[in-house]
């Protein structure tokens, strides 16, 4: 009963199968089968519910940059106002650094720290170190000499 009056239901297969243990359950009517229906439903639900948190869209590389870096590094990749404090703060717009450091070496600042500088290893929310990288390469300004 429960498959012919289910079979032609369009959905997702695991909503059907929620459903066909909901329906089935209540439907034979007797106390114990109803508790174990709203088990089923309670388990699913707790299933469910954390992975569509988990499964929320990471920032982009530019989102996260302008969220967590811009305090130091500026929105624009160069913060002059902070050389007294981090002498040695990159300036990201500058072509001749962005030319002398390789991704995997900048990759491996962000994602290890560099003195002064946080490990972001265990706080990137899903953004890739390498995306960082190539967020920061736009930052450069153009080439003026050519
Ligand atoms: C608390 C301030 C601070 C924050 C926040 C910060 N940085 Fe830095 N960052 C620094 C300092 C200081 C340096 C210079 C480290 C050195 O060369 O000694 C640096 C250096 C770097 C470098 C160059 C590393 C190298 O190998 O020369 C990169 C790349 C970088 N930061 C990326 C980022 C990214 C991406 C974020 C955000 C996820 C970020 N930083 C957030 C302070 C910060």
Redesign the pocket.
């Given at each position: 009963m429960c498959k012919s009056l289910l079979g032609g239901c369009a959905g997702f297969a695991w909503a059907r199968k929620v459903v066909a243990v909901v329906y089935c359950c209540i439907g034979r009517g007797d106390r114990d089968h109803r508790w174990s229906a709203f088990a089923w439903v309670a388990g699913a639900v707790a299933l469910i519910y954390p992975a569509g948190l988990a499964n929320a869209d990471p920032p982009t590389a530019e989102q996260?940059?302008q969220e967590?870096?811009k305090?130091?590094?500026g929105a624009n990749g160069s913060n002059p106002n902070l050389y007294s404090i981090?002498p040695?703060?990159?300036d990201f717009t500058d072509r001749t650094w962005q030319a002398a450091?390789s991704k995997a070496?900048?990759k491996e600042?962000?994602l290890s720290g560099?003195?002064?500088?946080?490990a972001?290893k265990d706080d990137l929310d899903g953004v890739k170190a390498g995306d960082?990288?190539d967020y920061?390469r736009t930052l450069a300004k153009p080439d003026q000499t050519k």
């Open positions: 996260f940059y967590q870096c305090r130091c590094h981090f040695d703060l990159p450091h070496e900048l600042s962000i560099k003195s002064r500088m946080p972001w960082l990288v920061l």
